[in-house]
C-alpha cells in the first residue's frame, strides 16, 4: 500500500528481483547472514524496466515494537535514498553474468 501512495512507478516487491548495486554490497550482505548463500553477477536484459533503489536496513533495524515505527519507515523505504545497506528492487528480468 505505501508503494502505491509514495511510489507508484516503483515495482512491487512482490513482484522483482532483489539485487544489491555493487559486488561489495552483495558480499556484505552475505557475510551478515553468515556466508551460506551464492553470489552472482547479473544485469538487466531491459535497462528501462522499473526499478527502485531503497534502504534495506529502514525495514530490518528498528527500534523497539516495529508497529510503532511502520507508517514512517515505509514511507522513507519508498521515499529516501539509502544511508544504509541499499538494496535494488528489478522489476524485469535479469541475465546471470557470472
Known amino acids: 500500500m505505501a508503494r502505491r501512495f509514495y511510489a507508484p512507478d516503483a515495482p512491487s516487491r512482490t513482484d522483482i528481483v532483489f539485487l544489491f548495486p555493487t559486488r561489495g554490497h552483495a558480499l556484505a550482505f552475505q557475510r551478515t547472514i553468515g556466508g551460506q548463500t551464492n553470489v552472482y553477477e547479473v544485469q538487466p536484459l531491459n535497462p528501462a524496466d522499473p526499478h527502485h533503489l531503497a534502504d534495506m536496513d529502514i525495514l530490518h ?10 507508517h514512517d519507515r515505509c514511507r522513507d523505504y519508498w521515499t529516501q535514498p539509502p544511508i544504509g545497506t541499499p538494496e535494488l528492487l528489478w ?4 541475465e546471470v553474468i557470472r
Open 61 to 70: 533495524h528498528v527500534p523497539g515494537y516495529l508497529i510503532d515505527h511502520v
Open 91 to 94: 522489476g524485469g528480468p535479469v
